[in-house]
């Protein structure tokens, strides 16, 4: 009887180490999976950069350090040069395959602290920290250079018009980017 109760002892421990262990398994799983929609959330999907909400928090958050800091701190804002004719007479498939080379273009050619976010349609902005604005016309223009060369097979060529500008003490976040477009 002793023999017999202590293997119904043992065999419940297993089963409670078993299903313990599947549920640290499945929540395991589901933090990954939650950190993986996470990172979906704030990533364009078509670009592969920032979407505009993750880009629009993290600007703020740099012009608050850029504020308390006195640090400074540039905006380069983009968008390619006639996208509604590419669009209307290479269709909106062409369109897409322009947006995301676009997107790829910029996240390998910029520095790996600087922050790249689809704004609007075909509009981009690029935070660039620690830089003033002769500095972001430098980047501005080889951006604009490196597009320009970039071969957007069967199109023609692609160009893009660049705004920037450097953040100015006191600025909220509306005034900061308003005058970079």
Do not use: C
Request: charged share 30%; no cysteine; hydrophobic share 45%.
């Amino acid at each position: 009887i002793t023999i017999r109760l202590l293997r119904e002892a043992y065999a419940e421990q297993v089963s409670i180490l078993r299903k313990a262990r599947e549920q640290l398994l499945e929540r395991r799983l589901l933090k990954n999976d939650l950190e993986v929609y996470k990172r979906r959330s704030r990533i364009d999907g078509l670009t592969k950069v920032l979407n505009k909400t993750a880009f629009m928090e993290l600007l703020a958050t740099h012009i608050n350090y850029a504020r308390e800091q006195r640090q400074p701190l540039a905006l380069i804002m983009m968008d390619i040069d006639g996208f509604k004719e590419i669009n209307d007479i290479y269709g909106h498939q062409a369109g897409d395959e322009v947006l995301s080379a676009l997107g790829q273009i910029l996240l390998s050619n910029l520095r790996h602290n600087d922050l790249v976010g689809r704004y609007w349609g075909d509009e981009f902005m690029v935070i660039i920290p620690a830089t003033g604005v002769e500095h972001a016309r430098r980047i501005a223009e080889k951006l604009r250079r490196i597009v320009e060369a970039h071969e957007f097979n069967p199109l023609p060529q692609v160009t893009i018009s660049l705004g920037r500008r450097a953040y100015q003490v006191g600025e909220d976040l509306g005034a900061f980017i308003q005058p970079a477009a």
